[in-house]
């Protein structure tokens, strides 16, 4: 697929989807911008450290976001809960990927975003501040997706929160409520250039992933099925390493209304207990 290709099976996936754009309200404030450069682009972030200064370092989470239209700033709003949790203790980062404001470059579907963010990891670690041995990625749908193929890039990562993450895009690709140009367009186009679905997929990374994972999925998520989330979780227990799965009741795809309230305390204790 030629880049003008891309651009257009783009073009289709976001006037398919621009119901979707999200409210902007702009960045959560007290946060700090900082830009952090990874191969052709720079990454645009915002940082906070919400609780008061100590001389023992703080473990340190990295925010990412999911799939949104292409002008719409998707970072956003992971800053408010970048916020929220450091002040419980972290030292937070929200981070924009690849593809969309304010770091800009094209969306690849899981291609180069985790050298991306394994960049954004080497970052932190040599922040004041950052204990370099407690470093953790939460994410959202795709930003689930890169923040799984980060942690079996980058050993550094010790945590990884992955929401309903894309694991399979074959298995997206047959298994998915996105209409038939999307399909073709994004799943079968955009995340087939250059580089191939499996390679772009989490679940045949299992065996590299050395960092804990906790999977959250709702089972009446249409859009990126649980079965994403099953068999990456079997993947990694087959592979010895440390995994759970909470199954959302009801859940749908997108972490808020009554379903999935309670969410983020268990993904808090979570983290706690295990970062």
């Not at 073009?11 to 754009?21: D, E, G, K, P, Y």
């Not at 999911?66 to 700033?73: D, I």
């Not at 970048?82 to 593809?99: D, E, H, N, P, Q």
């Not at 929401?163 to 995340?191: E, M, R, S």
Request: aromatic share 8%; with cysteine.
């Amino acid at each position: 697929m030629k880049p003008l290709s891309i651009k257009f099976a783009l073009a289709i996936f976001i006037l398919t989807f621009s119901s979707l754009a999200l409210c902007q309200n702009g960045d959560a404030p007290g946060g700090t911008k900082v830009s952090i450069k990874s191969q052709d682009i720079d990454i645009y972030g915002v940082l906070y450290d919400e609780t008061p200064k100590t001389t023992t370092k703080k473990p340190a989470l990295i925010f990412l976001h999911g799939w949104a239209p292409q002008n719409v700033r998707a970072g956003e709003r992971d800053t408010y809960a970048a916020k929220k949790f450091s002040k419980a203790g972290y030292i937070s980062l929200a981070v924009t990927m690849r593809g969309w404001p304010d770091t800009g470059g094209y969306n690849l579907c899981g291609w180069k975003q985790p050298q991306d963010i394994s960049r954004v990891v080497d970052w932190l670690k040599k922040r004041d501040g950052v204990d370099p041995s407690r470093i953790g990625i939460v994410g959202h749908s795709q930003g689930g997706q890169v923040a799984l193929l980060t942690a079996a890039l980058n050993q550094s990562v010790k945590s990884v929160v992955a929401y309903y993450p894309v694991t399979d895009i074959a298995l997206w690709a047959k298994q998915t409520d996105l209409p038939q140009d999307a399909i073709a367009g994004y799943i079968n186009g955009v995340c087939a250039y250059e580089v191939s679905q499996e390679a772009r997929s989490p679940l045949y990374r299992a065996n590299d992933i050395s960092a804990n994972v906790l999977l959250l999925h709702g089972d009446n998520d249409k859009r990126v099925p649980i079965k994403h989330s099953q068999l990456m979780f079997d993947a990694l227990v087959k592979a010895g390493k440390q995994a759970s799965l909470h199954t959302v009741k009801n859940g749908h795809h997108g972490a808020y209304g009554k379903d999935w309230e309670g969410s983020q305390q268990r993904v808090m204790t979570h983290l706690k207990n295990h970062l």
